[in-house]
Each structure stands twice: as C-alpha cells, then as structure tokens.
C-alpha cells in the first residue's frame, strides 16, 4: 500500500552530491572571488535543478540536498545563540585515517533561539516544489557528544543539566519556526544513539568523564523537549547512522544498547535507520517499535555507486518483519551521500540510478 503521509516508501534521508559548479561557486566565494549575492544565485539554480531531479524518478518528498552546507551538522548549530564556531586543530577522524575539515564549536554564552537562516533555506524548497519539502537539522545531542564538558564554558553553564535544558528549548524554539514557515517534514539527524552502542566510542566517552549509560536518557529528553510543541501534522523522524564521510564510517554496533529508549522513550514518528552493512546489527531491535511508528529501513549504501540485488532486497525486507509490521517499513538509502560537500566515492549518475532503483523497487514490494 501507498503512503500518503511522510516517510514514504521510498524516501532518502537528504544530502545529495555537489554538482562541480557549487563547488566552484563556494570556493570561489570562500576566496573572495564572487559576491554572496552571486553565490546564493547559483545555490538557487542548482537547488531547483536537484529538486526537480527527485520529483522526475517519483520521490515525494524533496530536500535541497544540503547544497548551502558544507557539513551537515556545524552549519545548523554555529546559528544558535551562545553557540561560536573556531578553527580548530583537527577534524572529526574517520576509519582509514580520513579527517573532516578542522572546524569546531564552543557554547560561551546562554543558548537560544531567535532565528536562523535555514527557515528561508526550507521556504525556499517549499516554493519550488510539487511534492513533500523535506528539512534536515543536526539532533541537540552533536552539540554535546564530540566534546563534551570541554566544549561548554564553565562560567556560563556552571552544571550541565541547565546545558542540556537550554539546549532543549532552543531547539523548540528551531521546531517551531520551522513549522511556522509552513515545514511538516522534519528530520533530525541522531548519529550518537548510534555511536552509544560501538565500544570505542562508550570507552571515548568514559575517559573524559562521561558515563555512556546516562547520555541516551539525556538526548532523548532534549529532543523531546525539542519536538514538543510541533503541530499535530508535523511529522519528525530521526536519522540514525555510524559516520558518513567520502564513504568512510565512524562506528559499529547493532542498536540493541538504545532500542528501549530510542523507540519508546523518544516521541518522534519514523526512524531511518542504517542497515547496510552488517556493522548495524539485525534486525531484533525492531521488536520494540510501537504499531504506531515507521521504520525506514537504510538497505541500500549511499557509499558505493555499485547497485543493489532488488532480489537481496527483498530478501532482507522479509527478514526484517520477523521482527516489525510489513506496513511499518520503507526504503531508503543507509545515509546522505554527501554529509559534508566532499561527498561520497560515486558519481552523480550513480546517486541518482540508485535513488531510482530505490522507488522501483519500493513499488514493487508495496503496490
């Protein structure tokens, strides 16, 4: 059966590779060679290019592609209020030695929320298209899990729970403008729920202070303070993954460490969740989800260009409602395939063949 309502059967969870000419534009902006008017011309004109590409292999719901980012997380949050972005020494460090750009981010004043340039971002997704306009935005939890205590100034937040409150209601505050502005797809990218069940990260965390079996109780408490005065009609889901950066990852580990919290203690509607590779786990987790949410399930990669079996997918689809309702599943990608303007290690035409792939076969399965 056709969904009408987000998440679709087939859906993706947002970033698309930048076209060569948005990354000349940004870099050329970058070094001073063009204007930001002639920038955000170019961005526009890509953006309406992307977005009908999507509406054209049958998606119904659209993203810009994250095309005026250059990460999918700092760019949100360098926005709110007591929230400073620096240079740092070094980037986030991937498996193979991969490195992000060095950039960072400290809290040295009360945190807030009183606007943000990513409400015109979505309007601007909204005006230009014919189906659902899908928004991104980083969960509150990035803010807290690379650094920590270190990142927040003690002057400011003497205890960290009044971090964690603040944190919570600037982003209601977020959530509501973007539902002001007309967004009833909203999805929050979760990576740490995530990055809680590999042991390298849990052992990361206790080295500086932390205890890992608190923080997910913690994150879920801040998102739902987020999402708590959404618009009954606004959907949230939340994008859960292992690291995503030129094709590389992060973390392992399967979800069972978080499925309690993650499924019912956290009150968004859907979940995208990563699934292809075998570092996410089984399926057994999803025995937890409630009847009344949506799982889409990330089967096919958003880091290789190669094809997947709609055999194998099918196969695996089978597999998962063992565990879960057919008609609680979708299809999706297992991440972006450009969570920073770098980008995965495909071609454009390999990202779309794939997303198209994903719509046929999501029509075969469900009609």
């Not at 009044?162 to 944190?167: K, S």
Request: charged share 30%; aromatic share 10%; glycine share 8%.
């Amino acid at each position: 059966m056709q969904k009408t309502v987000p998440p679709f059967r087939a859906d993706h969870v947002g970033s698309l590779l930048r076209p060569a000419v948005l990354k000349q534009a940004r870099m050329a902006y970058q070094e001073r060679r063009i204007a930001s008017a002639e920038l955000k011309s170019i961005e526009d004109r890509e953006i309406r290019r992307v977005i009908a590409k999507q509406q054209a292999i049958g998606l119904q719901a659209v993203t810009d592609g994250e095309f005026r980012r250059a990460m999918w997380h700092f760019d949100f949050l360098e926005y709110l209020e007591g929230v400073e972005p620096f240079q740092a020494e070094h980037g986030i460090l991937f498996k193979g030695g991969l490195e992000t750009q060095p950039r960072g981010l400290r809290v040295t004043d009360k945190l807030g929320f009183s606007g943000h340039p990513m409400i015109d971002h979505f309007r601007f997704v909204k005006d230009n298209s014919e189906v659902t306009a899908k928004m991104t935005i980083p969960s509150p939890s990035v803010l807290h899990f690379r650094a920590g205590r270190a990142a927040v100034d003690p002057k400011v937040y003497p205890e960290m729970d009044e971090f964690y409150r603040d944190l919570g209601e600037a982003y209601n505050g977020a959530v509501r403008a973007f539902a002001e502005a007309g967004c009833r797809y909203l999805q929050i990218d979760e990576v740490n729920l995530a990055y809680l069940c590999d042991p390298e990260q849990r052992d990361m965390l206790k080295r500086r202070g932390e205890d890992p079996d608190r923080l997910p109780a913690i994150y879920a408490e801040m998102i739902n303070k987020a999402i708590a005065d959404r618009p009954p009609d606004m959907i949230i889901t939340m994008h859960l993954c292992r690291g995503n950066f030129r094709s590389s990852w992060i973390a392992a580990g399967g979800y069972e460490p978080v499925a309690d919290v993650l499924f019912n203690q956290i009150g968004v509607d859907g979940y995208f969740m990563e699934y292809d590779t075998d570092r996410a786990g089984g399926f057994e987790p999803l025995r937890l989800v409630p009847k009344s949410k949506t799982v889409v399930l990330g089967l096919f990669s958003s880091k290789s260009g190669v094809l997947e079996s709609k055999d194998e997918i099918k196969r695996r689809i089978e597999g998962a409602t063992r565990y879960i309702d057919f008609e609680q599943l979708c299809l999706s990608p297992q991440c972006g395939f450009a969570s920073t303007e770098e980008g995965n290690l495909l071609s454009e035409e390999d990202q779309w063949s794939k997303l198209a792939l994903i719509v046929e076969t999501a029509r075969e399965v469900w009609g």
